[in-house]
Antibody, heavy 121, light 106 residues
Framework: EVQLVESGGGLVQPGGSLRLSCAAS????????MNWVRQAPGKGLEWVAH????????YYADSVMGRFTISRDNAKNSLHLQMSSLRDEDTAVYYC??????????????WGQGTLVTVSS | IQMTQSPSSLSASVGDRVTITCRAS??????SNWYQQKLGKAPRLLIY???SLQSGVPSRFSGSGSGTDFTLTINSLQPEDFATYYC?????????FGQGTKVEIK
């Protein structure tokens, strides 16, 4: 069974830092690109960051560029999101998501259960 | 590329046919996906590449469209289908989601 389990969320003050992790199992982690998607309380979904299977290609949403860093460790089947200079508006549930694709397109599947990050003084 | 869903919410009864639409701000060919999210849970992929049903998803769900206009249809709405539905474009980064459509019980 494919599983993605996030950890590392919590309460942090504005301007602070936090590192999220995602443990992957049940599939060949090193063969897939991975993403982080977030959802502010009561709001919709917002894509945050993407890393290719070999870490050769990385993309960020404008809202986190320069503050967040996505990385992965294929030897440990893990995905990370280093978040710094956190703002109130970064408060959200952060989902670890596998990126799948073929000749017809690409999609996010599956999703982890999410980890809540709260930025507040 | 922006994705605009309509309606933002709807009320329907068990057994109804429900249609949710999504419009892209520019042509995205068939690069559109649909997700279902139940309260307090992670989203779940329903439809990818506009019309392909994800494995394990009931056949009452279907998707159609190309270019800028896409539709998610739920035939014979079931109690477990009451949730929020999101479209998403996978044509180019930043990958964007629609604002969501909440399907509620009438």
């Amino acid at each position: 069974e494919v599983q993605l389990v996030e950890s590392g969320g919590g309460l942090v003050q504005p301007g602070g830092s936090l590192r999220l992790s995602c443990a992957a199992s049940g599939f060949s982690f090193s063969s897939f690109s991975m993403n982080w998607v977030r959802q502010a309380p009561g709001k919709g979904l917002e894509w945050v960051a993407h890393v290719s299977s070999s870490s050769g290609t990385i993309y960020y949403a404008d809202s986190v560029m320069g503050r967040f860093t996505i990385s992965r460790d294929n030897a440990k089947n893990s995905l990370h999101l280093q978040m710094s200079s956190l703002r109130d508006e970064d408060t959200a549930v952060y989902y670890c998501v596998r990126y799948d694709s073929d000749y017809v397109g690409s999609w996010f599947d599956p999703w982890g259960q999410g980890t809540l990050v709260t930025v507040s003084s | 590329i922006q994705m605009t869903q309509s309606p933002s919410s709807l009320s329907a009864s068990v057994g109804d046919r429900v249609t949710i639409t999504c419009r892209a701000s520019q042509s995205i060919s068939q690069y559109s996906n649909w997700y279902q999210q139940k309260l307090g849970k992670a989203p779940r992929l329903l439809i990818y590449a506009a019309s392909s049903l994800q494995s394990g998803v009931p056949s009452r769900f279907s998707g159609s469209g190309s270019g800028t206009d896409f539709t998610l249809t739920i035939n014979s709405l079931q109690p477990e289908d009451f949730a929020t539905y999101y479209c998403q474009q996978s044509y180019s980064t930043p990958w964007a989601f629609g604002q969501g459509t909440k399907v509620e019980i009438k």
